[in-house]
């Protein structure tokens, strides 16, 4: 039985007049178990391979051979099916035209699979709302299939009208989680990191083919980890507050903060998705009315619900004071998360500025996203900015852009700049 925890960090102590709350929540889960084994609906699995003409013969065969890597990580019982995506969307496995579009997995039924993976041949364009479409179609197929993950690999670029893959992602939203790679650096991770994030998955970047295996297995065994089928982060407010922004600041940043659904008038639920034995922050922002010197009010009720049950809450309060000493203090943790979040912006828009051919606000926006992964002890972050800027001073943000930066350095920054790091101990 999975067991979950909550600490909040914050500064409860607001000056006179004062009206914003600030709080990172951290809830903790153990003993989640196996994906589909905790009795509240079965889980299924779906690989989605681009097949396209743009893959290339080594990437072609990395990606057969990652995607029956991640086939060997797919726990027996679990529902599972394989995509082949084109300019048109293809169920490779299970081969049925009507009825159950997934199987449950056995030594037999991976084999199978395995097989129908080794035939792919790369030809056609590329339409990833069909891809999307038909994920979603295969899961319907099996109503007791409530916990939903897909893998999606692609190569490059979206070639459908403006709007169809947006329109695609947004009936997917809710509906299952998918973690999304690119191979090479002919895909656009702007467009990529709008599926993952839609639908709380990760992306990332995988520059060289005999890379790719490794991350397929990676992302088969979080997904089987994740016992806890689907969570909702509960935030309720008192009367004539007003919720600025909820946020999950680690292990990466996602913006919750539009996708809260009404649970009655002071209350909303923010999805979470799956969980494994894993520690989440969330930074939640709450704008509350002032009052008296002296006076305590709680500010939020940070709860994680499963279903109809709350399992853990944290209290987030508000006292108002005159001790200049209190009110002045920014909690630690809200002070680096603030800092990461703002890292994330600098590195996207200096790379976007960048781009565009615009050299000033490039050097600009990366040199503070310099200074800020200096600041929060992120070391990726600054490793991989080394790798697009020359660093002239970190703790004053001045850089200078080189001249001859790979395309896949860049990306894997972009990429990884929702990546977060913890607070440092000490």
Known sequence: MAEFTTAVFQNEFLPDGGTDVNAIVTISCKGAGT???????????????????????????????AAQAALAEIVDGTWFAIIAGADRAMLAYPPVTSGPA???????????????????VGSGGTAISTWLDLAGQVFASVPQ????????????ENRERPGRLDEAINRATGYYQC?????????????IRRIAQALLGTVDIIPRPEEMRAQFQEIMRASMARGVADAKLRVWTPQGAQVLFVRQVAPTLEDL?????????????????????????????????????????LAARVQLALGDNVVTQGLVKATWSNNSELT?????QVAHYTGQTELAAAIQEGLAAKAAGDE??????????????AETGNEEATAKLRKVVDVDNEAEGTVRLKRAVEKADEMALDTASTKTTRVRKG
């Open 360 to 373: 000033a606000t490039a050097t600009t926006k990366l040199g503070r996203a310099v200074q800020l992964a």
């Open 257 to 297: 903060t539009d996708r809260g659904i009404p649970v009655n008038p002071l209350t909303r639920d923010y999805p979470t998705g799956a969980w494994a034995d894993e520690s989440r922050d969330y930074h939640v922002a709450v704008r509350v009315a002032a009052k008296a010197l002296g006076q305590e009010q």
């Open 328 to 332: 002045t203090r920014i909690d630690k």
């Open 145 to 156: 299939v409530t916990q939903r993950h897909a893998l999606l690999l692609t190569d490059g």
């Open 35 to 65: 994906a589909g084994q905790s009795g509240s609906g079965d889980a299924g699995e779906i690989i989605i391979v681009d097949t396209s003409g743009s893959m290339g013969p080594a990437t072609m065969a990395a990606a057969k051979d």
């Open 179 to 191: 973690d999304c790679r690119g191979a090479g650096t002919d895909w656009q991770v702007a467009e």
């Open 102 to 120: 997934l199987v449950q997995m056995t030594p037999e039924a991976r084999q199978q699979a395995s097989a129908s993976i080794a035939r792919f």
